[in-house]
């Protein structure tokens, strides 16, 4: 490295340190965006340039002359070589569902402090290093599943609960990211035909790569590019007039049956055909949209009117219970590490890497991606007025149904809005009303539709940028479903090959058609009756998410460092060691909250006792009837939350004492790579 690539990288440094200084140390006054987005910026390209790489010549050792299973593997269907930027674009909308959106809006009740921090440094250390390290171990095993991994590096015991565990989230957590969608999409003309639209664009793309123009990337860029725009465009007239709106304004139980159908698809069509090319599509919205909103804040340069710490870290906030160790943690999940990632980095992705080479900007910088979209979340919810934040993401049981109960109740905390600015607010964005929005994703889109009016427009445009948000929230959580369905099916086709092989080959249409059918089936039943649930469904499932979320995660890193222990690396393993103990302790702590504490807000055991004392007061059927239901919710999560920690414990205390054997000098078997095999291609 030249002395002024030294320098360079020496102020870097320096400028990303001083704006975590800012951020971490100033009180008493708010601070500017930028501090956010500096310090962000600065610690992905360090985190990028030196420790991706250092893990990637100590530990990996990547070969761009070895042949991935895409070139070795290669039937047209799931393995193909595929050209990086495509792989980018499929890994980062497969990854980045509604976790970074979501997660560090709902979290900022504790303030902007302790979800930038988390976001920026459990990225860097921790998620993109989960993400990295699967992927290359995948890749170098044929790309076989975190399942087949854990089977074959930790133990038959523990593969088999790991692929129990891991198969049990996925039906959780695609049921909810299911519900999600339809719930984003119902009664949304313009985000139906936008989303729907998509499919048929991703199509004609795959067949203009695989038969028109092969290789012919930037081609295909732009007419993609060019569709989608027009798509966006359409959605709007088709939103602004009225008989043409009738078709594509959907029941909920309508949109559930159309995103089972796409589920299917998804999973059983070639790769080429739909998968890569329409999360290729959807990553030019993702990043086009984060990469504008960045220029807004550029732009804008809005405060941080929300404080570093709200009085909300006592653990009473009105978003949800608990205080900041270990909430924040689980609640912002995916912006910071997920589980969920190592199943795509061990499924779709490494049968698509064309060169060893790729890896790292595939595993690690898409991580890197998708931090920035949270940190990017984390200002737009904070750059509202708390007051404005609070009275959208609070439930009518802490603040109140009406816009004056809902000012008298935050203004109160300390945090003034009045019913006329409520009010205003919701007639600014073209809805009757913006209270009790829960969630997180409504006050993402008023961020975001309140810097892009502000930086691109006028006020007048508030509803435009609103929709339009809320449209792109639905087309970034739909590209996780249809990945993880895919790789939900490649564990399946695995686990059933061990039974009877030819249900074990990913290229059989039987076995294809079979699994695909088992998952979606086994998802789709949730989300059906999530639709159909009074409640809503989403307040039983939801909790369930960030913690199974995180185990997986915990899975996969115990995976990762025993693998790095077989390779006769040990001196490296805290590399991935130091986050799984990390992620230990926060899973296990909040799982332990949310089965035992005594808050009935928190308590899963707690809140079904409280529901319980108030039966006998109740005297309307449908009350009692939703009652018990809520009941009967709690206790499911309870047990469900029980057993994946007791599954966890499986696995980490299996792979624990493969370690253990390791460092006695006891014999045990090497790691088992796929044999080296020559590229028959040169990476330029």
Request: with cysteine; proline share 5%; hydrophobic share 55%.
């Amino acid at each position: 490295m030249t002395t002024l690539r030294k320098l360079i990288w020496i102020l870097v440094a320096l400028i990303g340190a001083s704006a975590l200084a800012v951020i971490a140390l100033k009180r008493g006054e708010s601070i500017n965006a930028m501090w956010l987005v500096t310090a962000a910026l600065c610690c992905y390209a360090l985190g990028y340039r030196f420790y991706s790489a250092f893990i990637a010549a100590k530990i990996l050792a990547l070969d761009q002359n070895r042949a991935t299973p895409a070139e070795r593997l290669e039937n047209g269907r799931d393995f193909m070589r595929t050209n990086k930027w495509v792989v980018f674009g499929h890994h980062f909308a497969a990854i980045a569902g509604p976790g970074p959106l979501v997660g560090p809006v709902m979290a900022a009740q504790f303030g902007y402090l302790p979800g930038t921090l988390w976001l920026i440094v459990g990225a860097v250390f921790a998620g993109c290093v989960q993400d990295f390290v699967t992927l290359a171990f995948s890749v170098r095993r044929d790309g076989k599943s975190l399942c087949q991994m854990a089977r074959d590096e930790v133990g038959k015991v523990g593969g088999i609960v790991a692929f129990i565990a891991i198969i049990s989230i996925m039906v959780v957590l695609l049921g909810v990211i299911g519900l999600i969608v339809v719930n984003a999409l119902k009664g949304s003309p313009w985000g139906v035909f936008t989303v729907g639209m998509t499919i048929p664009i991703a199509m004609l793309m795959g067949l203009y790569l695989r038969y028109l123009r092969p290789e012919k990337i930037l081609e295909v860029s732009i007419i993609g590019f060019v569709l989608v725009i027009l798509a966006i465009l359409g959605g709007q007239w088709v939103s602004q007039t009225p008989s043409v709106a009738a078709w594509f304004t959907l029941s909920a139980p309508a949109l559930a049956i159309a995103v089972i159908i796409y589920g299917f698809a998804a999973s059983a069509l070639p790769v080429w055909l739909l998968l890569a090319p329409r999360d290729y599509l959807s990553t030019f919205v993702k990043l086009g949209t984060i990469a504008i909103l960045a220029l807004g804040i550029v732009a804008l340069r809005p405060e941080m009117h929300m404080p570093a710490l709200s009085i909300f870290t006592n653990g009473e906030g009105p978003a949800f219970a608990g205080k900041i160790f270990p909430f924040a943690f689980i609640t912002i999940a995916c912006g910071a590490i997920s589980g969920f990632h190592s199943l795509i980095s061990s499924g779709t992705t490494p049968k698509m890497i064309a060169s060893e080479a790729h890896i790292r900007f595939v595993g690690y910088g898409a991580m890197m991606c998708e931090s920035f979209v949270g940190v990017m979340a984390t200002i737009a919810a904070c750059s509202l007025q708390p007051g404005t934040y609070f009275a959208i993401n609070s439930p009518s049981g802490i603040v109140g149904a009406t816009a004056g109960k809902v000012s008298e109740t935050i203004s109160s905390w300390g945090y003034p809005v009045s019913s006329s600015e409520i009010e205003l607010l919701a007639r600014a964005v073209g809805e009757q009303t913006v209270l009790n929005r829960t969630g997180g994703a409504p006050v993402f889109a008023l961020g975001m539709a309140d810097i892009f009016s502000k930086a691109f427009g006028t006020p007048t445009m508030m509803a435009l940028w609103y929709h339009f948000a809320l449209m792109f929230e639905a087309l970034f959580i739909l590209t996780v479903l249809d990945a993880g369905t895919r790789v939900a099916r490649f564990m399946l086709q695995e686990a059933f090959g061990h039974f009877y092989v030819p249900l074990g080959k990913t290229s059989s249409y039987p076995s294809i058609i079979l699994t695909s059918a088992m998952m979606v089936g086994a998802w789709g039943y949730f989300l059906w009756q999530g639709v159909h649930d009074p409640l809503g469904g989403i307040n039983s499932m939801w909790p369930l998410f960030g913690i199974a979320n995180q185990l997986l995660a915990t899975v996969a890193l115990c995976v990762a460092t025993t693998i790095i222990f077989r390779m006769g690396k040990a001196r490296y393993a805290a590399v991935t060691l130091v986050p799984l103990i990390a992620l230990v302790g926060i899973t296990y702590s909040a799982s332990w909250y949310k089965i035992f504490d005594p808050n009935p807000r928190i308590g899963f055991l707690a809140n079904a006792d409280a529901l319980k004392a108030k039966l006998p007061a109740l005297t309307d059927a449908k009350i009692i009837a939703d009652t018990n239901h809520l009941i009967f919710n709690n206790y499911l999560d309870a047990v469900i939350t029980a057993i994946f920690v007791a599954l966890a414990a499986v696995i980490v205390i299996d792979a624990a004492w493969v370690w253990i054997s390791i460092l006695r000098g006891k014999q045990v078997e090497p790691c088992k790579e796929s044999p080296f095999v020559q590229t028959q291609f040169v990476e330029t």
